[in-house]
């Protein structure tokens, strides 16, 4: 595949503003003159939107086995990918993604306990080396994200979804996980405090984005 767009991945757990901030991103980017393909994971196609519905239907009578959970997530990933992000990429888009492969270390590997080994076969079989550009990483405690969370959910008279229902300890271990991957791939995911007032980390955001815009010319 020959590449000459760029991606771009918002990350973080339940509540932490990553579609508040991926819409302005995107508004950010399209400001300066480029082609910005805003999309989600999972989903981001009409199968893989049918197999977001799958994975986060709160329905219990048949509980989804973990294993399934991670095999559904890189299936969707994988339409995704091919019908697209690698097509928008090729043809010079910048792909802007609320969540990507770092919220499989984070919610599999880290909520799920699944070995970050087995997470980390599937995604060299699926991505074929592909990788974001840049990672913005939204980070804040677990308790404010989730005050957030009910904020939103009160306005927009919405339930919670499979994962919106797990316990605290599973988003603890969701964020330790981000936070793991931060500090093993640095230069690639930028955690950006998201526990301050949306100006704020809209200025960081802006410093983050236009760096690299400079960098990649
Ligand atoms: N910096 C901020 N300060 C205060 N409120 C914020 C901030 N950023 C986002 N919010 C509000 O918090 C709520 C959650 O934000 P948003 O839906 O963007 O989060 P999210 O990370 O996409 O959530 P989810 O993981 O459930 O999709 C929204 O009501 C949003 O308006
Ligand atoms: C990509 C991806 C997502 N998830 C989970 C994380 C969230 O709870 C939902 C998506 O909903 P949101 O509106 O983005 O919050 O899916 C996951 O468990 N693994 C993944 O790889």
Request: glycine residues 8%; neutral net charge.
């Amino acid at each position: 595949m020959s590449r000459r767009g760029r991606f771009i991945t918002l990350e973080g757990g339940e509540g932490v503003g990553k579609s508040t901030n991926l819409a302005w991103v995107a508004d950010h980017l399209s400001a300066r003159g480029l082609e910005v393909v805003r999309t989600r994971e999972p989903g981001g196609t009409p199968r893989a939107e049918a197999i977001r519905s799958l994975l986060l239907d709160p329905a219990d009578e048949e509980p989804l086995d973990v294993d399934a959970e991670l095999l559904l997530v890189f299936a969707a990933r994988a339409q995704h990918l091919a019908r697209v992000v690698r097509p928008a990429l090729e043809r010079g888009a910048w792909v802007v993604c609320d969540r990507f492969t770092d919220a499989t270390f984070a919610y599999q590997g880290g909520g799920r306990g699944i070995a970050a080994a087995r997470i980390a076969e599937l995604e060299a079989f699926v991505q074929q080396g592909l990788q974001p550009d840049l990672t913005l990483l939204l980070d804040m405690p677990m308790a404010a994200a989730q005050r957030r969370l009910e904020g939103r959910l009160d306005r927009d008279g919405g339930a919670r979804d499979r994962f919106e229902r797990e316990r605290g300890a599973f988003f603890e271990a969701v964020r330790r996980a981000y936070l793991a991957r931060a500090a093993e791939a640095p230069r690639r995911i930028a955690v950006v405090d998201a526990d301050r007032p949306l100006a704020q980390v809209q200025a960081e955001l802006a410093r983050r984005l236009d760096a690299c815009l400079e960098r990649w010319g």
